[in-house]
């Protein structure tokens, strides 16, 4: 009998319309809020809980019937439903969910419609946690697995929470919790309340629905609920009144005799505007009615919600999961454009309960996944990082970053950067007129600087391929920093990824400068000249080790000279040029340099700032070859005489002509000028 009461009843279910809930609280003129229900009507709804004896759904409904107060009953594949008269919604389960799906098990026929998710256009993207400026970039994710003991490692919340904390923008920023057993309260009313606090939730449990019945004849009505497991549990009177005392201000709230459910109600009350978010409540049954999705079209202003239809067997929701978070992630791309790309063989007309045909009253139905959007599409990471060009991977806080100058020289420093950009393909990028903006200490560098198309192989912009079509690499090159850099500081680099002009993907890092201090070492067939510079004073020392010999140079451009028996006397005069003009034999035409602070021996060590791999890129004389001594090394070959070569930090290493050369090493240096005489020449001027 029961059996054939419960097919009639499922056919009825589908054949109903979705229902529309009104958000304001009472439904149907039923009190939602749970504060302003009398404690003594609540009490009457847990005694009858606590005193009904299980049966057949007819028999319930009969006995439930006889019951003056109750108001409303509903029935579906798992759970029946009662209501008194400004009380709470009480359940009864029929049968014990499934540990095989994400609820119970069905009867129900599919659903003859689909609702049909709004194309999002995806110029109208942004990024979950937008709105807390520099600090979006440290995104939440809460992940809920109330009943972790049931599903083990067929768990869909597990996925998320592999994937997303090795991602940058989430390292500490996950709260997951799960029941790993029965009676275990590890989850908690203040979590399901806590939503707003993070940029992506994914709750993975069970689901179910029940539609209210009218007449002696038992026929359905339009007023249909679903209905999400908490794992919150109670397992004595005492538990219940004190959950019931922190319950009070809670709304949209269901219950068995020992666990609280969710109903639609309860996100309208505690979630009215949900922006720039991604919820995914990964349970059976919460597409059927409409009313998930009513509710959530009515509170999201910006984000996505994904959920499943019917019944959906756990090691399928969690490969249609595991596919949509590598599209989101790996590929960087919005939520609706991941589950687009999903394919429909792991999201569309899933098979289920064909491996439950045990049970005895089952029959196979078939489910999918599906989409509430509203707003900007949402990307749940930041799709633009800063590469390091020596390990090939997102440069990390902290590293020495590669400038091209002398720092604190009163000039600006240049340097190149490498950004990977994620989520589209290049020819989207292009089509969609996106650019990139650069910020070096505050200061805009690089101002809505479209990239693409890369037509020009010798300007300053260089464009690759990454990973996967959605991922493009984009060099730019010898970037003004309009600024004199301090030695080993702090530098806070800030890229914007423009999808529109409102819209955008951030990252922001520290770097450091490092030192410009050097020791360089010049050799020659027949000499060897040591020269060393503190980038604090801008002091030069040089020492010949042949004769014992020493020179000095300083920020204003005397040279300093131990004279015999006059002692240290400092000079410009032009004469004085002779002492260092044979410093170095290369020829080394092609910097043209003009010193603006120091002396000629100063070009030296300015070679290490001026002579740069993003300089001899756009030489014509200039070659990049392959080989040098290790693999992170760059190597040019210059007018086919001169070798020269950059170090895995892009810094100059070395520059080498047959048997001259002058080599390059970056240590901290301190150098103290002699107290020195200024010596000039007698005026034969009248």
Same mark, same amino acid.
């Given at each position: 009998?029961?059996?054939?009461?419960?097919? #009639?009843?499922?056919?009825?279910?589908?054949? $109903?319309?979705?229902?529309?809930?009104?958000?304001?609280?009472?439904? !149907?003129?039923?009190?939602?809020?749970?504060?302003?229900?009398?404690?003594?009507?609540?009490?009457?709804?847990?005694?009858?809980?606590?005193?009904?004896?299980?049966?057949?759904?007819?028999?319930?409904?009969?006995?439930?019937?006889?019951?003056?107060?109750?108001?409303?009953?509903?029935?579906?594949?798992? #759970?029946?439903?009662?209501?008194?008269?400004?009380?709470?919604?009480?359940?009864?389960?029929?049968?014990?969910?499934?540990?095989?799906?994400?609820?119970?098990?069905?009867?129900?026929?599919?659903?003859? +419609?689909?609702?049909? /998710?709004?194309?999002?256009?995806?110029?109208?993207? !942004?990024?979950?946690?937008?709105?807390?400026?520099? !600090?979006?970039?440290?995104? =939440?994710?809460?992940?809920?697995?109330?009943?972790?003991?049931?599903?083990?490692?067929?768990?869909?919340?597990?996925?998320?929470?592999?994937?997303?904390?090795?991602?940058?923008?989430?390292?500490?920023?996950?709260?997951?919790?799960?029941?790993?057993? =029965?009676?275990?309260?590890?989850?908690?009313?203040?979590?399901?309340?806590?939503? !707003?606090?993070?940029?992506?939730?994914?709750?993975?449990?069970?689901?179910?629905?029940?539609?209210?019945?009218?007449?002696?004849?038992? +026929?359905?009505?339009?007023? $249909?609920?679903?209905?999400?497991?908490?794992?919150?549990?109670?397992?004595?009177?005492?538990?219940?009144?004190?959950?019931?005392?922190?319950?009070?201000?809670?709304?949209?709230?269901?219950?068995?005799?020992?666990?609280?459910?969710?109903?639609?109600?309860?996100?309208?009350?505690?979630? /009215?505007?949900?922006?720039?978010?991604?919820?995914? #409540?990964?349970?059976?049954?919460?597409?059927?009615?409409?009313?998930?999705?009513?509710?959530?079209?009515?509170?999201?202003?910006?984000?996505?919600?994904?959920?499943?239809?019917?019944?959906?067997?756990?090691?399928?929701?969690?490969?249609?999961?595991?596919?949509?978070?590598?599209?989101?992630?790996?590929?960087?791309?919005?939520?609706?454009?991941?589950?687009?790309?999903?394919?429909?063989?792991?999201?569309?007309?899933?098979?289920?309960?064909?491996?439950?045909?045990?049970?005895?009253? @089952?029959?196979?139905?078939?489910?999918?996944?599906?989409?509430?959007?509203?707003?900007?599409?949402?990307?749940?990471?930041?799709?633009?990082?800063?590469?390091?060009?020596?390990?090939?991977?997102?440069?990390?806080?902290?590293?020495? *970053?590669?400038?091209?100058?002398?720092?604190?020289?009163?000039? /600006?420093?240049?340097?190149?950067?490498?950004?990977?950009?994620?989520?589209?393909?290049?020819?989207?990028?292009?089509?969609?007129?996106?650019?990139?903006?650069?910020?070096?200490?505050?200061?805009?560098?690089?101002?809505?600087? @479209?990239?693409?198309?890369?037509?020009?192989? &010798?300007?300053?912009?260089?464009?690759?391929?990454?990973?996967?079509? =959605?991922?493009?690499?984009?060099?730019?090159?010898?970037?003004?920093?309009? %600024?004199?850099?301090? =030695?080993?500081?702090?530098?806070?680099?800030?890229?914007?990824?423009?999808?529109?002009?409102?819209?955008?993907? *951030?990252?922001?890092?520290?770097?450091? +400068?490092?030192?410009?201090?050097?020791?360089?070492?010049?050799?020659?067939?027949?000499?060897?000249?040591?020269?060393?510079?503190?980038?604090?004073?801008?002091?030069?020392?040089?020492?010949? /080790?042949?004769?014992?010999?020493?020179?000095?140079?300083?920020?204003?451009?005397?040279?300093?000279?131990?004279?015999?028996? %006059?002692?240290?006397?400092?000079?410009?005069?032009?004469?004085?040029?002779?002492?260092?003009?044979?410093?170095? @034999?290369?020829?080394?035409?092609?910097?043209?340099?003009?010193?603006?602070?120091?002396?000629?021996?100063?070009?030296?060590?300015?070679?290490?700032?001026?002579?740069?791999?993003?300089?001899?890129?756009?030489?014509?004389?200039? %070659?990049?070859?392959?080989?040098?001594?290790?693999?992170?090394?760059?190597?040019?070959? *210059?007018?086919?005489?001169?070798?020269?070569?950059?170090? @895995?930090? %892009?810094?100059?290493?070395?520059?080498?002509?047959?048997?001259?050369?002058?080599? *390059?090493? &970056?240590?901290?240096?301190?150098? +103290?000028?002699?107290?020195?005489?200024?010596?000039?020449?007698?005026?034969?001027?009248?």
């Amino acid at each position: 009998m029961r059996n054939i009461f419960l097919i #009639l009843i499922s056919f009825l279910l589908f054949s $109903c319309n979705d229902g529309k809930k009104d958000n304001s609280g009472n439904i !149907n003129g039923i009190l939602e809020d749970f504060s302003k229900m009398p404690d003594s009507v609540i009490q009457k709804g847990f005694t009858i809980l606590d005193t009904i004896q299980l049966k057949p759904v007819d028999n319930l409904v009969k006995e439930l019937r006889q019951i003056p107060e109750v108001q409303e009953i509903g029935v579906g594949d798992e #759970l029946l439903s009662f209501r008194l008269k400004n009380g709470p919604t009480m359940l009864i389960k029929l049968k014990e969910f499934s540990s095989i799906t994400k609820g119970g098990t069905s009867n129900s026929m599919p659903s003859m +419609t689909m609702l049909n /998710p709004p194309k999002v256009d995806e110029n109208n993207a !942004n990024v979950v946690g937008a709105q807390r400026g520099e !600090n979006r970039q440290n995104k =939440k994710a809460l992940l809920l697995s109330p009943y972790a003991w049931h599903f083990a490692t067929t768990s869909d919340v597990l996925v998320p929470l592999e994937k997303l904390k090795t991602n940058k923008n989430y390292r500490g920023g996950i709260t997951s919790k799960a029941n790993s057993s =029965k009676t275990e309260q590890t989850i908690t009313i203040e979590d399901y309340l806590s939503f !707003n606090d993070y940029d992506v939730v994914h709750l993975g449990t069970h689901g179910s629905q029940t539609c209210n019945i009218e007449g002696e004849i038992i +026929t359905m009505t339009t007023n $249909c609920q679903s209905y999400i497991a908490t794992g919150i549990t109670f397992t004595s009177d005492e538990r219940r009144r004190e959950l019931q005392e922190s319950l009070k201000n809670v709304s949209g709230l269901a219950f068995t005799p020992t666990e609280i459910f969710l109903t639609p109600a309860f996100f309208a009350a505690a979630y /009215p505007d949900v922006n720039n978010k991604l919820f995914i #409540l990964s349970a059976c049954q919460l597409g059927q009615r409409g009313d998930v999705e009513t509710t959530f079209d009515n509170i999201l202003q910006n984000g996505q919600l994904f959920y499943w239809h019917n019944n959906v067997i756990a090691t399928d929701a969690k490969k249609a999961f595991n596919s949509m978070y590598d599209r989101m992630l790996q590929y960087g791309e919005t939520s609706p454009t991941a589950f687009e790309n999903v394919p429909d063989v792991l999201k569309k007309n899933l098979r289920t309960f064909e491996s439950e045909e045990k049970r005895g009253d @089952s029959i196979e139905v078939y489910t999918y996944l599906k989409m509430a959007t509203k707003g900007n599409a949402m990307h749940i990471i930041e799709p633009i990082s800063f590469i390091d060009e020596k390990t090939k991977n997102e440069l990390q806080d902290g590293v020495v *970053y590669p400038f091209e100058g002398i720092l604190e020289d009163d000039q /600006p420093e240049k340097a190149s950067f490498t950004l990977e950009f994620l989520g589209y393909t290049t020819q989207e990028i292009q089509d969609k007129g996106m650019s990139f903006s650069l910020k070096v200490d505050g200061t805009t560098v690089l101002d809505h600087i @479209s990239f693409l198309p890369d037509t020009d192989y &010798y300007d300053d912009i260089e464009v690759k391929a990454g990973k996967n079509e =959605k991922t493009t690499l984009v060099t730019f090159k010898g970037v003004n920093l309009k %600024k004199d850099l301090k =030695k080993t500081s702090s530098v806070k680099l800030e890229g914007f990824f423009h999808f529109s002009e409102e819209n955008y993907g *951030y990252q922001m890092i520290n770097v450091s +400068t490092g030192s410009s201090d050097m020791r360089i070492v010049m050799k020659s067939s027949d000499a060897s000249v040591n020269m060393f510079f503190d980038a604090d004073n801008y002091g030069l020392k040089v020492t010949y /080790p042949a004769e014992n010999q020493n020179l000095f140079s300083d920020e204003e451009g005397y040279i300093y000279i131990n004279a015999p028996g %006059k002692g240290w006397i400092k000079t410009k005069l032009i004469q004085m040029f002779t002492a260092v003009s044979q410093l170095s @034999s290369i020829n080394m035409d092609f910097a043209g340099l003009e010193m603006n602070k120091g002396s000629v021996m100063h070009k030296i060590p300015a070679f290490a700032a001026e002579v740069t791999i993003t300089m001899l890129e756009k030489e014509p004389r200039a %070659k990049k070859i392959s080989g040098g001594i290790g693999t992170e090394k760059t190597v040019f070959i *210059y007018e086919g005489r001169l070798t020269i070569t950059f170090d @895995s930090q %892009k810094r100059l290493e070395s520059l080498v002509e047959n048997e001259a050369a002058i080599y *390059y090493y &970056y240590e901290n240096q301190q150098i +103290t000028m002699p107290n020195a005489q200024v010596f000039t020449m007698p005026s034969f001027i009248n």
